[in-house]
């Protein structure tokens, strides 16, 4: 994957990164983490300069940051409540679940988002929530720049810092990737299994 990933960048420069980050964020199967350590390995080439590589990779996720949490304002809560009702069992969530995650999103929405940015996975997904609970844009979208830059500054400094033995921290990187897709299979099983939706 790297291969293709690595061309991108060196034929379409910062454009190709921002495209390639979006991409990542709309589609989460892409890693964020190749496509960044990359982007600083290219740095350390001369290729690209570091801070151009991490504000293009940053706004090439914001803007589907930004995308996702649109979608999910436009689906709504009203529009979400038959969606729980009906499919609450393999969604493994009740109503009962939306409502106290609702409060807790509302005292403590920017750092969940803010965090969540950082976090393998979940930082594609958690504007879905932000977006359904209809957090306000301008905070929404500070803290999730935030997460977003510092998320994309520690992984294109690592790429830089590593220079040719990028190798192995992409190894390490698609490790790491694999194990966090598959805790959260299993978790989802095993919410699957244990589900029983509350009084």
Do not use: C
């Not at 940051?65 to 709504?76: H, K, S, V």
């Not at 750092?111 to 359904?132: E, K, Y």
């Not at 803290?143 to 192995?168: D, E, K, N, Y």
């Amino acid at each position: 994957m790297s291969d293709w990933i690595q061309r991108l960048i060196a034929d379409g420069g910062y454009f190709g990164l921002f495209l390639l980050m979006l991409a990542e964020t709309v589609f989460p199967p892409i890693p964020s983490e190749v496509i960044m350590s990359m982007a600083g390995l290219q740095a350390a080439k001369g290729i690209l300069s570091l801070p151009g590589a991490i504000l293009s990779g940053s706004a090439g996720a914001m803007l589907g940051n930004l995308l996702w949490y649109l979608l999910a304002r436009g689906l709504g809560m009203d529009r979400l409540r038959p969606l729980i009702e009906r499919y609450g069992r393999w969604l493994t969530m009740d109503w009962g679940e939306v409502d106290r995650a609702e409060r807790w999103f509302a005292r403590h929405g920017y750092l969940i988002v803010f965090v969540g940015r950082m976090m393998p996975t979940l930082r594609s997904l958690i504007s879905v929530p932000a977006g359904l609970l209809r957090m306000p844009i301008l905070p929404f979208a500070l803290s999730s720049a935030l997460g977003t830059i510092g998320w994309s500054a520690m992984l294109a400094l690592g790429g830089w810092v590593l220079g040719t033995r990028f190798s192995q921290m992409e190894a390490w990187l698609d490790v790491a990737a694999t194990a966090a897709l598959i805790l959260m299979a299993g978790l989802y099983l095993w919410r699957l299994a244990t589900w029983r939706r509350s009084r």
